[in-house]
């Protein structure tokens, strides 16, 4: 009866939410093409700045080999002069993105019951963590890890079965969908969550037994459902600023090197505005908090996308931690899992963000690993392009993971973590 209260004030929040608010039309994208950009780095900062003073919404990532840009059709030609001007190299991968958009709104709830076909606003996702922990009383719980700025419960699930080992079992705590538009991650965690306590397999049995799982799929609530209702591209929370503007980005808002790399001061930036001071975001204050509370955390994994790699601590220095060996390993191992299910190109990896891609500060896997000392601590950029991945397809990410967990757990065992 506790999570049924629970649930019914979460939700009847959230309506109250959706109509205290006026909501603007969604953002359709129409005509937004896609490119991939490869050349000198100091030019495709240039061809970024360019655009930036005319788009200040504009929707960017650094790879390895370059960036990737979704460009409004006003800033085409320019877009186009720049990447001439700077002798790089761009190929258009969507013509026009917001028939990608469609695609996932034409599957939005089309099945009655949660299924991995389609994506799930945050409320749906919710119902479901509720609707597992009553179908599994005496291995789920509903928890709360914290709170959003619009007043939504960062809610997860913990997976803990008893009378299994002497002692308190290692805790696994998956954090997913801090970064609002990355909606690949919260599917992938929920279908894990799903193999965790329907698999027959008893090697998924043995691994949900094994550790006190606590699993939440999107840590930004607020953020998720914005890009869910109103702008696919969002990023950040939805936190007012005192300069017209809103959100920050929550993988940068850690207290850890706060502000120093791939950040900016700026409120009105689109992307990674890193807060106005080191958790000044309600999300990422409340969740450490709750982060710090937990005995025995072992493993701490974060779920993003898109860039199928493995990154592991710390992301903005090229000096590695004293077990980075040991990390390589085990990540190399839930690597060579998660290959054997896939039909995909192997993740690259494990090394920094540093070494791999780019420096960035800030962020919450940095921070538990040097806050808390959390021995086994990874990121996963997840697969996709443009923070696209067909609906239909999400099991096959959900396999891909399920199996590199499983990996990863294999060799922290066989190296004596646990």
Not at 306 to 318: E, G, K, Q, R, T
Request: hydrophobic share 35%.
């Amino acid at each position: 009866m506790k999570m049924k209260a629970l649930l019914l004030f979460y939700f009847l929040s959230s309506l109250y939410l959706v109509s205290a608010n006026n909501v603007p039309q969604y953002r359709t994208y129409e005509n937004y093409k896609f490119f991939k950009v490869q050349g000198e780095r100091n030019g495709i900062e240039r061809l970024r700045d360019a655009l930036l003073l005319r788009d200040d919404s504009l929707t960017y990532s650094d790879t390895r080999d370059g960036a990737e840009f979704v460009v409004a059709p006003d800033l085409e030609d320019l877009f186009n002069e720049m990447v001439a001007d700077n002798g790089l190299m761009a190929t258009v991968i969507y013509n026009d993105i917001s028939e990608i958009i469609q695609l996932e709104k034409s599957v939005f709830r089309r099945k009655k019951s949660f299924s991995w076909t389609a994506y799930y606003d945050i409320d749906d996702i919710n119902y479901y963590l509720g609707n597992m922990s009553e179908s599994y009383p005496d291995w789920a719980e509903l928890i709360v890890g914290g709170q959003s700025y619009q007043g939504r419960s960062i809610l997860g699930l913990r997976i803990n079965t008893p009378g299994q080992g002497d002692g308190t079992k290692p805790v696994v705590f998956i954090e997913s969908g801090i970064h609002a538009r990355e909606w690949i991650a919260p599917a992938t965690t929920t279908y894990f969550i799903n193999e965790l306590l329907t698999s027959d397999d008893p090697r998924i049995t043995a691994l949900r037994d094994q550790f006190d799982w606590r699993i939440f799929p999107s840590v930004n609530p607020d953020g998720y459902h914005y890009s869910y209702t109103v702008d696919r591209m969002w990023r950040k929370t939805v936190s007012k600023s005192n300069y017209m503007c809103f959100g920050a980005d929550a993988n940068r808002n850690w207290d850890y090197n706060w502000g120093q790399h791939s950040a900016t001061t700026n409120p009105c930036d689109y992307q990674t505005y890193a807060g106005s001071r080191p958790f000044s975001e309600i999300e990422t204050r409340t969740l450490s908090s709750y982060i710090q509370s937990i005995d025995n955390l072992m493993v701490y994994v974060s779920f993003h996308s898109y860039a199928a790699m493995l990154l592991i601590p710390f992301s903005d220095s090229s000096e590695h931690v004293h077990n980075y060996e040991d990390l390589v390993q085990v990540g190399k191992t839930s690597l060579d899992y998660g290959s054997k299910v896939s039909k995909e190109k192997r993740y690259q990896g494990p090394g920094t963000a540093a070494d791999m891609l780019y420096k960035a500060s800030g962020g919450s896997m940095d921070w538990v690993r040097h806050a808390l000392g959390t021995p086994l601590v990874y990121t996963y950029e997840l697969r996709g392009n443009s923070f696209h991945w067909p609906p239909s397809r999400i099991s096959e990410q959900g396999d891909e993971v399920t199996q590199m967990l499983l990996g990863l757990l294999t060799e922290a065992n066989n190296l004596e973590y646990y």
